[in-house]
């Protein structure tokens, strides 16, 4: 009963919203030049009109809280559901939902416990590297810090947002609206012969 | 007053018209199979699993022009596919012939049995078991972090927890501050935001326990809700609209295909990503923990590269650039796509810029390999 009158009363909202985007779309035909439209401008003029004021309600407080409300009516009666098959699950022998959740759980937790003993055993010593430059590598990143910004093209500033803890110094932290042209990508190679495997 | 309608004759045009199309629309639908709608048909090799997690190694396109090799890691809602949904909309493909050595990290169909799996498990194991893998195999100290929306949490975790191991930071349509939605306030934009928000974390906690996961069809029904109008008349009236053309159907049914293949939220990692992200917004705010550590993102101090869409809707650009005065580096790089979330991977004028923009990035901070 509940999850009917929850979902009817979130129907009503919507079913406000569409008698509103109604209201606005003959308003708009009305206020229009005495032309003719034809049937396809009619259904793009519909169509953006019917989606504005969709989205408007979608947000309103009325539809946020009717539609909670619903997804509490709806899960309240799954579970309520569950808890009566659980009931003549046990009579009859059934394993049940809670039996395997429980299951579940401690499979979960030994593959989690597994995972921790093979990184344990398996990661690789880390392998000696230098950057592709002859500086080191903590100088090479602060260096490179003008080169990334040479996606930039136009290098236009990051305008720093009005929510932002602290500006952004542009010299620094920058922001394109474009990259670099594409490089021409050399000749394709065929895979080498051990890199064979799964296919898909 | 405006008239709706048409003469007789345009009327009866447009029947024939109409019809023409769908008999030929019907025709093309009825001869194909789903094997004809192919997705992510790079070549590619299982490298790695664990669990229903896999890791797959991308078959070279073009010489070798990066040491250090690029994971891509997307999120548990929806798959990686789209980053290759066709060979010519391919960010796969395109970074390939760039001469990038790339991987992809595959999460499976997590079922009920994973409802207690949590995003420590997603980002510190299974991630942290890929990038331990790659590391392997290519020979190098740390790899290059490639992150796609909740994958971008993902990496952006892994990298504040793990920095040694990584060597560059890219994040494309990337939530930071889930709160950030209230920026730009356009409406149609950031609806999982407030949609979130309504609800209590008691709701959040009842929705999963009734349901093990977060079911994908649960997560699509609000994603339709972002577009109404166009998720009603998507089925008849668009695919009308396309319906006798081979060409533009078949890219229509790839896109349908990987919105159809929505995989469920693990319930436990549901939770933390509604409740402490989206609820109580801990990232941006240096609170978030995940196994009992806390990710600071001050700590990631290697470069990053922030790829956002300027007409997301979902992911509103204000909530992936709160990360620029919270990173611990300099180097810290903005790019503005055109386009919405997905148009960032398909659309042309997008695709132009993103792949060349991330390999340009990868091929800076490249370490040589002794």
Redesign the interface.
Known sequence: MNVRRRGLEHNAVVLQAWLQAGRRFTEQLAGQSDTKLDARAALALWTETANQQLLESQRSEAFLQSQAAMIRATTALRMAQQELVEHFGKQYGFPTRTELDDVHRTVTELRRELRALRREQQMPALVAARPASSQPLAASAESSASSAGSLAAPAAPSKPSARSPKPQPASSKQSSASAEPSRAARPARRPSANNRGTHT | ??????SPA?ALS?AARLGTKMLTGGQLLHEMRDADVQI?TT?????WS??KVSL??F?????K?V?VPVLICYGLIGRWTMTDLQEDRSLVR?LL???LDLYVVDWGNPS??????TLA?YIL??L??CV?EI??RA???KVNLLGVCEGGVFTTAYAALEP?RVNTLTLTITPI?FH?DT?EDR??HG?IN??TR??SPE?VD??I????NLPGEFMGAIFN?M????SL?KYN?DLLEIADDEQRLMNWLRMEKWIADRPDHPGEAAKQWMKDLYQQNKLVQNQWELDGRRVDLGNI???V?NVYASDDHIIPP?TS??L???VG????????LPGGHIGVFVGGRSQ??????V???AQ???????
């Open positions: 007053m405006t008239q709706v309608g048409t345009a447009d992510a070549p590619k090799d299982l490298v664990q669990d797959f190694h078959r070279p396109l073009a010489e022009r040491n395109n012939n760039l001469g009920r049995a994973d409802r207690y799996q498990d194991g299974y942290g078991g331990a590391m392997k020979g190098v100290p040694e501050d950030a920026v409406l149609g609806f407030i949609w309504s609800l709701d009842r929705l326990d009734a349901n093990g809700q577009s109404p109008m166009r008349l009236f101090r290697m470069p590269l204000a650039r709160a620029g005065p919270k580096t300099s180097d810290y790089t903005e790019l503005a132009a810029l993103f792949a060349p923009a390999a340009s990035f800076q901070h490249d370490l040589t390999v002794a």
